[in-house]
């Protein structure tokens, strides 16, 4: 890729803040410290390659019990700390993709700890409630404390759930269940419908469907994997709903170099879009919903403008789809917004928006006109867990006490402009650096090249995930400071410079 000026005057200014080396630039820290050092480590420590030994025989013991192709390593999480994570052969690394994205504020952090030890959570954690039907008395009180703190723009209700694709799939049954009500003039259901819906027939089981994009991801679980196509693995031998699957936009970054081309792009992705649910509706499936991650993460960190979402937004509102927006990934501060969504700049950006991951409880916001009219139509025994209320509760004191807001734009772009310099120093291995706050992935030259990297990095002491076919993804967690960035960078560095 032909880098422009403004990639190029980064790159500079960036190298001034380099030593030189004979491996090639380290990044030497001067404005970032720590501010959490009593719980923190000051740098990675290995001892063995990863898996060392130790993590070697326990993958033994487990494949006897379960399969094991995806486990890394063993984790000993007692001794995990802050954004170091350290495996059960004493290897301490930095950690930049906290379990799938999914842990704010670093590990064994002291503020949740407290929360663990005060007396007055205890009976929360002891005893998990049916929260459809027995909630405990100062469950609404908590919930005001903590998700509806941070309730998007529009939206008054919420309903918790334990995972993302639990999430996903209950926010889907609601978009059919509004869809359907509007349709019947909000008259309850009629005979034929309470019958036919008992043998999985039309029109109590109706032809209705939800537009999702290519690349997406929305989970594992049957409705979710409609809408899920980021790789084949998840979705093969499975049999699935006729639903329509539109193109998502595929830039070219630095998104501002390229703003007329990925203008026509997403033009083009929406005028599809927009077809595909005429053509749904023309086939008698019509869509009742539109499902769209702010950032297709899993699908290899895929970005789009805020005219895109925009858009698509009102393309919704014309033919009368719900908008659900899922930030189970994206949500919760990464992006350096709390909501990534929040970038659009819109008053109204969605009906739905579903949650999980760094929230600690799943779940989803809502508009009043999707509340359900009767009990038990979304439903499950837990919903939820009260306990992770108590947990998120203190993890939104902290991002407001420490700003980590702020905190995760400043690392972001210490991150971003380090990727920009590493793809600028190593074009033929790196391209396509792109980010949102720290919600950062660059993508390497195939998949094997890419894999190779992760692993000679984590030998080295910084733990990375992949993403999408041949991209690396940065998922550091919302406490990692200019610091770490640098730590991270020293460490990418070297790796690349030994890469043949
Ligand atoms: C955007 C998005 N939606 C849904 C899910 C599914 O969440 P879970 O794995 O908790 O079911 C994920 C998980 O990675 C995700 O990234």
Redesign the pocket.
């Known amino acids: 890729m032909a880098f422009s000026l403004l990639t190029r005057q980064l790159t500079a200014s960036l190298q001034q803040n380099l030593r030189l080396t004979t491996t090639g630039c380290r990044y030497v820290s001067k404005t970032a410290t720590k501010t959490e050092s009593e719980f923190e480590y000051d740098a990675p420590s290995m001892k063995t390659p990863v898996p060392g030994p130790k993590s070697k025989e326990l993958l033994r013991q487990l494949g006897d019990i379960q399969n094991v192709g995806a486990v890394h390593f063993f984790c000993n999480y007692e001794e995990s700390k802050g954004n170091y994570l350290v495996d059960a052969d004493g290897n301490r690394m930095l950690d930049a993709y906290t379990q799938?994205s999914s842990i704010p504020i670093g590990y064994n952090h002291p503020a949740l700890m407290k929360v663990l030890t005060n007396p007055n959570n205890m009976s929360a954690f002891v005893n998990r409630a049916a929260l459809g039907i027995l909630p405990p008395d100062n469950f609404p009180e908590k919930l005001v404390e903590s998700l509806l703190s941070i309730t998007p723009s529009g939206m008054s209700r919420v309903q918790t759930m334990s995972?993302?694709?639990?999430s996903?799939e209950n926010a889907f049954k609601t978009m059919f269940i509004l869809y359907r009500n509007k349709e019947r003039g909000y008259n309850g259901p009629s005979e034929e419908d309470i019958g036919t819906c008992m043998i999985n027939q039309s029109p109590g089981c109706p032809e209705l469907s939800i537009l999702s994009f290519m690349g997406a991801?929305?989970?594992?679980t049957l409705g979710?994997l409609a809408t899920t196509h980021s790789k084949p693995i998840h979705k093969l031998d499975i049999p699935t709903f006729d639903w329509p699957v539109a193109p998502f936009p595929k830039l070219q970054y630095p998104l501002e170099e390229f703003v007329r081309e990925n203008a026509q792009e997403e033009a083009r992705c929406l005028e599809e879009a927009e077809d595909l649910i005429v053509k749904w509706r023309q086939k008698g499936k019509p869509v009742a919903g539109i499902v769209i991650?702010p950032i297709q993460?899993?699908g290899g960190d895929n970005h789009a403008s805020p005219d895109f979402f925009s858009k698509l937004r009102n393309i919704a509102r014309k033919h009368g789809c719900a908008f659900h927006v899922?930030e189970?990934?994206?949500g919760a501060g990464a992006t350096g917004k709390f909501w990534a969504h929040e970038h659009w700049g819109l008053d109204d950006p969605a009906d739905i928006v579903?949650f999980?991951?760094k929230m600690l409880t799943?779940g989803y916001f809502h508009k009043d006109e999707l509340m359900p009219e009767k009990p038990y139509r979304i439903f499950n025994t837990w919903m939820g867990d009260p306990s992770k209320n108590l947990f998120l509760a203190e993890v939104l004191n902290v991002i407001r006490r420490e700003n980590l807001l702020e905190e995760v734009t400043r690392s972001g772009k210490a991150l971003l402009n380090g990727l920009y310099a590493l793809q600028a120093q190593y074009p033929h291995i790196l391209s396509r650096a792109r980010g949102q706050g720290t919600f950062c992935a660059v993508d390497a030259r195939d998949d094997a090249i890419r894999d190779s990297i992760l692993i000679k990095t984590r030998n080295k002491g910084a733990f990375l995930g992949s993403c999408g076919e041949r991209s690396i993804r940065f998922r550091p967690a919302l406490v990692f400071k200019e610091y770490h960035v640098h730590q991270l960078l020293n460490i990418l560095n070297d790796v690349l410079a030994e890469h043949k």
């Open positions: 799938i995972c993302g694709s639990c996903n991801f929305h989970g594992r979710c991650e993460a899993e899922d189970v990934q994206t579903s999980s991951k799943g």
